[in-house]
């Protein structure tokens, strides 16, 4: 046994939550009885896009992704024999973070906590939910002004308290490069704090209080060499950063502080067992090396790409950190990659094209006016499609997927519908059946009184977070809270970046996107139709649009016109637009498990609406029991992410066409 001492492990956490709050109450001190030091608390779509569970558009995700907080009942339950002055919570909520922190400032208040002492993380980042995850809500100058608001709020009242994570981990998920990844969160950051800076609700000498709170969340990917220069180059851009621009001058408070989930874009429903690999070695690039190392760290499960994990899964990736943390000598040494040459040559390009592309961005105007422009997305969706094109080509290898095919047969999903956790579709009813009983409870004229002050302060220039507070207090719901600000801010609709982005993938004579080129053509022929017309929907409130813009950009270059609105629609807007424009498919991507109640109603108002004879395509994270259901229901087919080769998907959509209106198949390889 060595002599040296121990450096203290990061925070090590599960991104946990799901059905109602009692449940995730259950989850999380079943976890933290198993040694995980801090809570991730993953809230559902409705929670996280300003619903209450009875909203139309929270039909069929309540619960589904992650746990369902409607108001200060919730949140008691979803902490109940938690010392939350005790605990190190990070809440993954964005466009309703101020809401979500006001419920458990009042609940740690509530327990007799002193907010002073309260510590965790809000993500709050809102420039990534307009270019990647899809749970934004207001347009992007009032929402950078609640993110203003809040970190004022907490700066004074709740210091120890990280008020936002700037978050490049769904940047990477929706194809970013690490240039592309360090360079957007950076310019996010330097908006977020030029908009405090300039808000005057911070004096000039507590500034260094705002940027020593000012937090990361990033994505570590299976690249470990790159991943982790990626990490000590975004170290030394924060500081230069911090203090160039805002003139920090103690480095503690410029020290660049940043917590990690590894990548989940990268796990693979063929042969999932490999998945364990490659999150161990995503978690060695955030800590391995000391001086980039990560302060709390959240491994995904084994099964995600399947579905969602259950308890043991999620221990699975706990033990993963554990054994790390305590039989491994990795904390009893300096920074192992100290000297290297290789390493240091590494950061210094990656810092070089980062700054270089923050100022691309900055001659823009800024990251929002680059978010408002389209660029940031068009990005994006251009760097994504061309991975998406070295994975189909064969140029970047995935085991299991494109190389080393032949398995064994897999123990861990023998059944495979056990080898995930479902959440019982009666959940959706009590937990709208609750929210009923709380709001019939309530004091509705305090509820009401509360609302209107909100409303006033939103209309103002006070800082929203008091008026924030008090509406937890008087029992507004989550909904309510959000719709008081629609009325004021009005919503936002992000750009979809499809039109814009380049091809990714040629059409060469001989090619599979020619081979498919022709096929969409002669179909059209064969239908007397100038082109073949594909509608492209997101039902729901599932805002993971990569899979349906990739979709969307390899259907454009294989000649069909695309139809693709953006996210966030119901079945009766996918239905009336399929019919004014007169397509031939309907596409509908969900990834948050809300496809079982979704799809079929997509199918019910075509047939209502005697157009039975559009195929519908389903993608997402569908379990095998639910592809067959959906199949039974009528869908023409389901795709899932092991069908890895769009160019494919495409050929078999004109299959299903052809097949809808009684064509003889093509003979032409696809």
């Not at 209080?209 to 470990?224: H, K, L, M, Q, W």
């Not at 170290?235 to 480095?251: L, S």
Request: with cysteine.
């Amino acid at each position: 046994m060595s002599g040296r001492q121990k450096d203290r492990p990061w925070l090590m956490r599960t991104y946990a939550g799901h059905s109602t709050a009692e449940a995730s109450n259950e989850l999380y001190r079943r976890n933290l009885a198993k040694g995980q030091t801090g809570l991730s608390v993953a809230f559902d779509l409705p929670t996280q896009t300003g619903y209450d569970p009875d909203h139309i558009l929270a039909r069929g995700e309540v619960g589904r992704v992650g746990v369902p907080v409607s108001h200060l009942g919730d949140m008691r339950r979803l902490f109940q024999d938690i010392p939350l002055e005790q605990m190190n919570t990070s809440m993954t909520i964005n466009a309703t973070a101020m809401w979500l922190l006001a419920l458990y400032q009042v609940v740690a208040e509530e327990q007799g906590a002193d907010p002073t002492r309260l510590q965790g993380t809000t993500q709050n980042d809102i420039v990534k939910e307009y270019l990647s995850r899809g749970t934004h809500v207001f347009p992007p100058g009032p929402s950078l002004r609640l993110t203003t608001d809040m970190i004022t709020y907490t700066v004074n009242r709740i210091p120890k308290w990280n008020p936002i994570n700037i978050c490049s981990y769904h940047l990477q998920e929706a194809g970013a490069t690490p240039v592309q990844e360090i360079a957007y969160a950076m310019s996010t950051a330097i908006a977020v704090l030029d908009a405090v800076r300039d808000s005057g609700q911070v004096p000039e000498e507590k500034f260094g209080d705002v940027v020593a709170r000012i937090s990361f969340f990033v994505n570590a990917g299976v690249r470990f060499i790159e991943e982790m220069c990626k990490m000590r180059a975004f170290g030394r851009i924060w500081d230069r950063v911090t203090r160039e621009r805002y003139g920090i001058t103690d480095a503690k408070q410029r020290r660049f502080r940043y917590g990690v989930q590894v990548n989940s874009l990268g796990l693979t429903e063929a042969q999932p067992e490999n998945n364990v690999q490659r999150i161990v070695l995503e978690m060695l690039a955030v800590t391995l090396s000391k001086d980039a190392r990560a302060r709390a760290v959240q491994l995904p499960a084994w099964n995600e790409a399947l579905g969602l994990p259950r308890p043991w899964d999620q221990q699975w990736s706990l033990r993963i950190q554990q054994v790390l943390a305590h039989e491994s000598d990795l904390l009893e040494y300096e920074d192992i990659f100290a000297g290297s040459h290789v390493i240091e040559a590494k950061v210094d390009e990656l810092v070089a094209e980062s700054l270089a592309e923050i100022d691309r961005i900055e001659q823009m105007g800024g990251a929002m006016a680059a978010v408002e422009s389209g660029y940031l997305k068009s990005e994006l969706v251009a760097s994504h499609a061309a991975r998406r094109a070295r994975i189909e080509g064969g140029e970047e290898r995935i085991v299991g997927v494109n190389i080393y095919e032949t398995t064994e047969p897999n123990p861990l999903t023998a059944d495979l519908d056990g080898a995930i956790m479902t959440v019982d579709p009666a959940n959706e009813a009590r937990v709208v059946a609750a929210l009923h009983d709380w709001r019939d409870n309530r004091d509705e004229a305090r509820a009401t009184e509360a609302l209107a002050a909100l409303k006033k302060a939103a209309a103002g220039t006070d800082n929203m977070m008091e008026a924030t507070v008090e509406c937890a207090r008087a029992g507004v719901t989550t909904g309510e809270w959000s719709w008081a600000l629609r009325d004021v801010f009005g919503e936002f609709r992000a750009p979809t970046g499809v039109s814009s982005a380049p091809v990714a993938v040629t059409a060469e004579a001989g090619t599979p996107l020619a081979l498919v080129r022709e096929k969409v053509a002669r179909t059209a022929a064969d239908l007397g139709a100038g082109r073949l017309r594909l509608l492209v929907g997101k039902p729901g409130l599932d805002g993971h649009s990569n899979g349906a813009e990739q979709i969307a950009v390899r259907a454009r270059d294989a000649g069909f016109e695309v139809v693709y609105q953006g996210i966030r629609l119901t079945p009766e807007q996918i239905v009336s637009a399929a019919l004014a424009e007169d397509v031939h498919c309907v596409g509908l991507s969900i990834l948050s498990g809300s496809h079982a109640e979704l799809v079929p109603d997509v199918l019910t108002r075509l047939r209502e609406a005697g157009a039975a004879d559009i195929p519908v395509i389903a993608g997402g994270i569908i379990p095998p029991a639910d592809a067959s259901a959906l199949i039974g229901a009528g869908v023409a087919a389901v795709f899932t992410p092991k069908d890895f080769g769009i160019t494919e998907i495409i050929g078999r959509i004109v299959d299903e066409i052809r097949k809808a209106n009684k064509l003889d198949p093509l003979e032409v390889p696809a």
